[in-house]
């Protein structure tokens, strides 16, 4: 007999063995290639849900304070666009938190390739928006219904400075479901990678800054650039010093003084501006005016004045100017000031504090100028010091008419001075420990050296660390919607057993197939 046909007649014979062995590793394999096939199939889901909520985003421009919206014209095919966060209120009461409010117009939908929803009025109407499915059938709305929506108020001073506002907090808008979009229409739309429901509102863009009051900015710009790298070179060139929410008021003779709009300048902005004019020739002097509820000296007293803290305070030390010095009865250096102020504390809340130093000086009015103060809304654009509104307590009944008489000759001159470091030490903060910068120019200076200061300023200036940030978001989403899990190891975990369990049998079926053959093994 041949071999192939011993080999052939012995499979047959023994069938049903051979076939209970490879059922056994079948049913392994099978269960091994199908947690595999699963885990991937979640995988690509989670993919798809993402690039689904893009849209046709690629990489983000956004920043937490507002900038220009025509900064979008320098990245051709990108779109402008507010993103805030609010809450949503129906007219019988209910509500709910956590909604992604996007300012929106159709440079929005047509960046996505899709055409603007249909509205029952132009989408440029002041009352109409759309929503979110699961918006909807959270709240129970539809079409046609009308709803409050309540958003943040932004505020480019920071709330826990003296000068921020805290008690205008919120907007709120009556407005009418034009839409109710569903995921193949934006409906889902995020810059955020979410499993869950997405909760959003499109408003009008122009609505939403007009009740804002920040018409003709933005905080965020969509791309479809791929190089976060190259579109951060682009943004650096393309953004000017308004971007950067900084600006730079000219005082005359060319001189000028670079300030914030959230009135504190951080130590990278001192440091640039530093850098930039020392090449260029001009000197940088910087200053930190505050506001100080009292200066006293003995019984007598002055209410709200402000004092500019700057390098080369005379004396050394609290220099008076002479208007103060005589209302607090003072011919000579020597007597000891108390000087007390608002200070807010990091456990939230304003609270007095004082500090006690001798006078070392004192000095003409004209020692100081207005120009040393920035702009501190509700104070310096008061036409009286009676009518001043500031976002702190103060007691107008403590105003004098010789108080009222300073403020209309002299405006914002401070009335004393500090060592920059001593009122750095007093009233610094995180966000800054200056109020403005004055750049004076050499004496051969022109007008256009003038221009040319400037935009050098704004060159040497990085963007990032002013706050305003490129990121790759379809990357960044695409990497967290993998985590840190291999579906396909998940599953396999899960199916250990069912596994084991079919290498068993097929090892006990082919353990029973030698046994039977024993004695032809012997043979």
Same mark, same amino acid.
């Given at each position: *007999?041949?071999t192939?046909?011993?080999?052939?007649?012995?499979?047959f014979?023994y069938?049903?063995?051979? !076939?209970?062995?490879?059922?056994?590793?079948?049913?392994?394999v /099978?269960?091994?290639?199908?947690?595999?096939?699963?885990?991937?199939?979640?995988r690509?889901?989670?993919r798809?849900?993402v690039l689904?909520?893009?849209?046709?985003?690629?990489?983000?421009?956004?920043?937490?304070e !507002?900038?220009?919206?025509k900064?979008?014209?320098?990245?051709?095919?990108?779109?402008p +666009? +507010?993103?805030?966060?609010?809450v949503v209120?129906?007219?019988?009461?209910?509500?709910?938190n956590?909604v992604?409010?996007?300012?929106?117009?159709?440079?929005?939908w047509?960046?996505?390739?899709?055409?603007?929803?249909t509205?029952?009025t132009?989408?440029?109407?002041p009352?109409a *928006?759309?929503?979110s499915?699961a918006?909807?059938?959270e709240?129970g *709305?539809?079409?046609g219904?009308?709803?409050l929506v309540?958003v943040? =108020?932004f505020?480019?001073?920071?709330r826990?400075?003296l000068?921020?506002r805290r008690e205008?907090?919120g907007?709120? +808008?009556?407005?009418?479901?034009?839409a109710v979009?569903?995921?193949?229409?934006l409906?889902?739309?995020?810059?955020?990678?979410?499993?869950g429901d997405?909760?959003?509102?499109f408003?009008p863009l122009? @609505?939403? =800054?007009?009740?804002?009051?920040?018409e003709?900015?933005?905080?965020?710009?969509?791309?479809?650039?791929d190089?976060?790298?190259?579109l951060?070179l682009?943004l650096?060139l393309?953004?000017?010093l308004?971007?950067?929410?900084?600006?730079?008021r000219?005082?005359?003779?060319?001189v000028?003084?670079?300030?914030?709009?959230s009135t504190?300048?951080?130590?990278?902005?001192?440091s640039?501006t530093h850098?930039?004019?020392?090449?260029?020739?001009?000197?940088?002097q910087?200053?930190?005016?505050?506001?100080?509820?009292?200066?006293?000296v003995g019984?007598?007293?002055?209410?709200?004045?402000?004092?500019t803290a700057?390098?080369d305070s005379?004396? /050394?030390?609290?220099?008076?100017?002479e208007?103060?010095?005589q209302d607090?009865?003072?011919t000579?250096?020597?007597?000891t000031?108390?000087l007390?102020y608002f200070v807010?504390?990091?456990s939230?809340?304003l609270a007095t504090d004082?500090?006690? +130093?001798?006078?070392?000086?004192?000095?003409?009015?004209?020692?100081?100028d207005?120009d *040393?103060?920035?702009?501190?809304p509700g104070i310096?654009?008061s036409?009286h010091?009676?009518?001043?509104n500031?976002p702190f307590p103060i007691d107008?009944?403590r105003?004098?008419p010789?108080d009222? =008489?300073?403020?209309? @000759?002299?405006?914002?001159t401070p009335?004393?001075?500090?060592? !920059?470091k001593?009122?750095?030490?007093?009233?610094?903060?995180? #966000?800054?420990?200056?109020t403005?910068i004055?750049?004076t120019?050499p004496?051969?200076?022109?007008e256009?050296?003038?221009?040319v200061?400037?935009?050098r300023l704004q060159?040497?200036?990085?963007?990032?660390?002013?706050?305003?940030?490129?990121?790759n978001?379809?990357?960044?989403?695409?990497a967290?919607?993998?985590?840190?899990?291999?579906?396909g190891?998940?599953?396999?975990? #899960?199916?250990? #057993?069912l596994?084991?369990?079919?290498?068993?049998?097929a090892g006990l079926?082919f353990?029973?197939?030698?046994?039977q053959?024993?004695?032809?093994?012997?043979?």
């Open positions: *007999m041949q192939k046909t011993l080999v052939r007649r012995s499979l014979y069938r049903g063995i051979h !076939l209970a062995v490879i059922a056994g590793v079948a049913t392994a /099978g269960v091994l290639a199908g947690s595999l096939a699963v885990g991937d199939s979640v690509g889901s989670l798809d849900l689904g909520r893009l849209g046709a985003t690629h990489s983000v421009i956004t920043s937490q !507002l900038f220009r919206e900064l979008a014209d320098s990245f051709p095919g990108s779109a +666009m +507010m993103v805030l966060e609010g209120t129906t007219d019988d009461g209910r509500r709910t956590n992604a409010v996007y300012g929106v117009d159709n440079r929005f047509q960046f996505h390739g899709d055409k603007a929803p509205l029952p132009k989408w440029s109407s009352v *928006m759309a929503v499915a918006l909807a059938r709240l *709305m539809k079409a219904d009308t709803a309540r943040e =108020q505020s480019d001073i920071p826990e400075f000068q921020g205008d907090s907007r709120t +808008m009556r407005l009418k479901i034009g979009l569903g995921a193949s229409e409906g889902e739309f995020s810059l955020r990678p979410k499993q997405v909760l959003a509102v408003v122009a @609505r939403l =800054q007009r009740d804002l009051k920040v003709g900015r933005v905080n965020t710009i969509l791309t479809k650039e190089s976060a790298q190259g951060t682009h650096r393309a953004a000017t308004d971007d950067l929410g900084l600006r730079l000219e005082l005359g003779k060319g000028l003084s670079l300030e914030r709009r504190l300048l951080d130590d990278a902005i001192a640039g850098q930039v004019a020392e090449r260029n020739g001009w000197k940088a910087p200053y930190f005016t505050y506001l100080v509820n009292t200066i006293r019984d007598r007293e002055i209410p709200y004045s402000l004092i700057e390098e005379p004396g /050394g030390g609290l220099a008076l100017n208007w103060a010095a607090l009865g003072l000579k250096p020597g007597a000031a108390t007390e807010w504390k990091p939230g809340g004082h500090v006690e +130093m001798p006078v070392a000086a004192i000095v003409p009015i004209t020692a100081g207005r *040393m103060a920035p702009e501190f310096s654009d036409a010091l009676a009518d001043w500031p107008l009944k105003v004098r010789k009222e =008489q300073y403020w209309g @000759r002299y405006r914002t009335k004393a001075f500090l060592p !920059l001593k009122g750095q030490e007093l009233w610094g903060s995180r #966000f800054g420990n200056l403005s004055r750049l120019p004496s051969s200076a022109q256009a050296d003038v221009r200061l400037g935009t060159n040497a200036l990085d963007p990032a660390r002013l706050g305003l940030m490129v990121y978001v379809r990357a960044q989403s695409l967290a919607s993998q985590g840190s899990t291999d579906f190891e998940y599953f396999t975990y #899960f199916s250990f #057993f596994v084991v369990s079919a290498l068993l049998l079926f353990k029973l197939g030698i046994e053959r024993s004695k032809e093994i012997g043979i």
